[in-house]
Every structure is written in C-alpha cells, then in structure tokens.
C-alpha cells in the first residue's frame, strides 16, 4: 500500500518561505519519478516540479528560481523548498508518485499514479 503524506503548508505573507515535506511508504523516493502539483480554487491541477531516479529535474517556468525540489532519502521524503511566495502560489499542494521507476522527469497529471491529500499554502497580505 502507497500512503504520501505532505505537511508544511500554512498561511504567509508575500516574500515568505516554506519548506513542504511529503512523507512516502510503499514507494522509495530515490526510484520511483516523485512530483509536486497544486491546484488553486476553480482551476485545474498544474505539475510544479518533478524529480527522477537520475536526479533531473524539471519546473513550470513560473517557479523557476524559487522554488527546489529535493529528496531525504534516510527519511524516504520529498521536499519541496519555496522562496518569495507570492499570491499566485497560493493552492493545495500535492505530492505525486509514479508506480514503474522514474528515469524521466514529467509536469503531466497522467503521468502520476499515487497522490497525497495536499497541504494548504495561502500568499496573502
């Protein structure tokens, strides 16, 4: 059985930092291709930033430079690390995980097979 548990999210004004986190069992962080997805109200979920087996990665141009995903691998967790959030970020965030080992990286809902119940970040003055 699959569980991904994200935590981290919470209420911040713009400029803030957040580190979210996202606990796996049943899949290795290190093997199979991990992501973050949000998914602000009335809008469909978008595919923030993967990360491979190979240790590639991959972000939606609107994050580029501020936000990095990572791996602990002792803790079998994925990381995400936000700097100067802004209004626009505000979502549920998810972890995804894909089930065949991920040697590529992918933004793509399809793509992903096991999904956490999101964490809350809120960007406001």
């Known amino acids: 059985q699959v569980t991904l548990v994200e935590s981290g999210g919470a209420s911040v004004q713009p400029g803030a930092s957040l580190r979210l986190s996202c606990a796996a069992s049943?899949?290795?962080?290190?093997?199979?291709?991990m992501a973050w997805f949000r998914q602000a109200p009335g809008k469909g979920r978008e595919g923030i930033a993967a990360l491979d087996n190979a240790d590639d990665t991959s972000s939606r141009d609107s994050v580029k430079g501020r936000f990095t995903i990572s791996r602990d691998v002792a803790k079998n967790t994925l990381l995400l690390e936000m700097k100067s959030l802004e209004p626009g970020d505000t979502a549920m965030y998810y972890c995804?995980?894909?089930?065949?080992?991920?040697?590529?990286?992918?933004?793509?809902?399809?793509?992903?097979?096991?999904w956490g119940q999101g964490t809350q970040v809120t960007v406001s003055s």
């Open positions: 995804a995980a894909e089930r065949y080992g991920g040697s590529w990286v992918s933004l793509y809902v399809d793509d992903y097979h096991y």
């Open positions: 049943g899949v290795n962080v290190s093997w199979n291709g």
